[in-house]
């Protein structure tokens, strides 16, 4: 696979809720490149009902990570696609140490640099607000807040539903999880010398676009 001169690849951090998604696809679009949500990916394959989804399913509805392993292939595969030689963003596809590792050995061995390593900072009380209010698209996985389960998600004619994980015991979960599992790739970026540039992920869509966007030389 040829890789463009200007390939850029950026790794999204933060705990669930920070809106990594949202900014994802807006940075994509800006970049020109894609989009890489593991989330997504897994709950495709749960739809889809394909044995990585039928091994991901409970830990995903609980809030538990799935293992590293499957991540480290979803990122293998996503990274030899055809559509990233002009780089990726990666959505909440780095969550624990070994899967930060296991990227820098693949990139490695592609020869590719780690461009930009941003983390979305949100305090916890706001996003426990974010995740319980949240609906999303079960067709096209966009967010919407202040809606019901069952309208019409505008992007794409789908229904909008609550995901199992935005119930409160698995949101508990879940940002216990971050504190424990991702949090410590912060650190582990910062003494590999990859500098990690904190984003205030507070207030509009637009105002963070604006700051991810100038965290990142645009
Ligand atoms: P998200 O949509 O990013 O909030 O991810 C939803 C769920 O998918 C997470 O709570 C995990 O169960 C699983 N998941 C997504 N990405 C990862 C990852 N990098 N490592 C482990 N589990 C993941």
């Given at each position: 696979m040829a890789v463009a001169a200007d390939s850029q690849i950026v790794v999204l951090l933060g705990?669930?809720?920070?809106g990594k998604g949202t900014q994802a696809q807006r940075l994509a679009a800006n970049l020109g490149i894609p989009q890489f949500a593991s989330g997504d990916i897994l709950r495709a394959a749960v739809k889809a009902g394909t044995p990585l989804g039928v091994k991901a399913k409970s830990l995903m509805d609980s809030g538990a990570l799935v293992p590293d392993d499957v991540i480290l292939g979803i990122m293998k595969e996503a990274l030899a696609s055809p559509q990233a030689t002009r780089g990726?963003?990666?959505?909440?596809?780095?969550?624990?140490v070994p899967q930060a590792e296991g990227l820098e050995q693949m990139l490695d061995s592609l020869g590719r640099p780690l461009n930009a390593v941003l983390l979305f900072d949100v305090p916890e009380e706001e996003l426990v607000k974010r995740l319980s209010s949240r609906m999303v698209c079960e067709g096209c996985q966009t967010p919407f807040m202040g809606r019901e389960p069952g309208d019409t998600c505008e992007k794409c004619g789908g229904t909008l539903v609550r995901r199992k994980d935005d119930e409160p015991d698995a949101v508990r979960n879940r940002l216990a999880v971050y504190k424990r599992q991702t949090a410590p790739v912060i650190e582990w970026y910062r003494t590999h010398g990859v500098p990690v540039r904190q984003i205030d992920?507070?207030?509009?869509v637009d105002a963070v676009t604006a700051r991810v966007l100038r965290a990142l030389g645009k």
């Open positions: 705990p669930p809720g920070a990726a963003i990666l959505d909440g596809v780095v969550r624990t992920a507070t207030g509009t």
